[in-house]
């Protein structure tokens, strides 16, 4: 049973910076393509953001330019470095595969003050 254990999220003023990460149990992280996804109140979940097992990377263009996705398979972790941050990237950030197929973890709350 793979686990999901996201961590670093908190308050910060607009402008500024939270490096997000997501650890996986298990031993097959290093090929699989992982995705960061963010959940606002009363919204559906989005996708924020994808990292192949070979590097590549894909965003949403609402984190185009501001957020970075990025893997260390050493330590079975995926991050997400978040700059310029907006009151509108407030939310509850997962991680989990394409459509996520794996069981939810708790997820790490962002909260951006203006």
């Known amino acids: 049973q793979v686990q999901l254990v996201e961590s670093g999220g908190g308050l910060v003023q607009a402008g500024g910076s939270l490096r997000l990460s997501c650890v996986v149990s298990?031993?097959?992280?290093?090929?699989?393509?992982m995705v960061w996804y963010r959940q606002a109140p009363g919204k559906q979940r989005e996708l924020v953001a994808t990292?192949?097992?070979?590097?590549?990377?894909t965003y949403a263009d609402s984190a185009k330019g501001r957020f970075t996705i990025s893997r260390d398979n050493a330590k079975n972790t995926v991050y997400l470095q978040m700059n310029s941050l907006k009151p509108e990237d407030a939310a509850v950030y997962y991680c989990?595969?394409?459509?996520?197929?794996?069981?939810w973890g708790q997820g790490t709350q962002v909260t951006v003050s203006s």
């Open positions: 989990n595969l394409p459509s996520g197929g794996w069981n």
């Open positions: 298990g031993s097959i992280f290093s090929r699989i393509t």
């Open positions: 990292i192949t097992s070979g590097g590549s990377t």
